[in-house]
Nanobody, 126 residues
Framework: QVQLDETGGGLVQAGGSLRLSCAASGRTFINYAMGWFRQAPGKEREFVAA??????RTDYADSVKGRFTISRDNAKVYLQMNSLKPEDTAVYYCAADESSAGVFRPVVGRQQYDYWGQGTQVTVSS
């Protein structure tokens, strides 16, 4: 099992940037494909970005392509968010998938993830 802890959320003006980090403890971090999701008030939790376990292949939601970048190292996964918009306001969650599906390709489906962090609030003011 792995425990996930997100940091880096906060309040930023539209057009600004934030960098979220997700630290994992427990099993070796390399054993998991990783993803970021977000949930705004009254809405479903939605996919934001994902990165494969090996090779660093990535995928993004259309709404964040060109603005957000997911990356990982041996201990953390990151979400660099640039050109933030008020509609990016949400609680952002880090997730880990331990199945073989995410070894060489990013995992997009929320239901495929096995472990979730507690979330970090991102608020973008207009």
């Amino acid at each position: 099992q792995v425990q996930l802890d997100e940091t880096g959320g906060g309040l930023v003006q539209a057009g600004g940037s934030l960098r979220l980090s997700c630290a994992a403890s427990g099993r070796t971090f390399i054993n998991y494909a990783m993803g970021w999701f977000r949930q705004a008030p009254g809405k479903e939790r939605e996919f934001v970005a994902a990165i494969s376990r090996v090779g660093g292949r990535t995928d993004y939601a259309d709404s964040v392509k060109g603005r957000f970048t997911i990356s990982r190292d041996n201990a953390k996964v990151y979400l660099q968010m640039n050109s933030l918009k008020p509609e990016d306001t949400a609680v952002y969650y880090c997730a880990a998938d331990e199945s073989s599906a995410g070894v060489f390709r990013p995992v997009v489906g929320r239901q495929q993830y096995d472990y979730w962090g507690q979330g970090t609030q991102v608020t973008v003011s207009s």
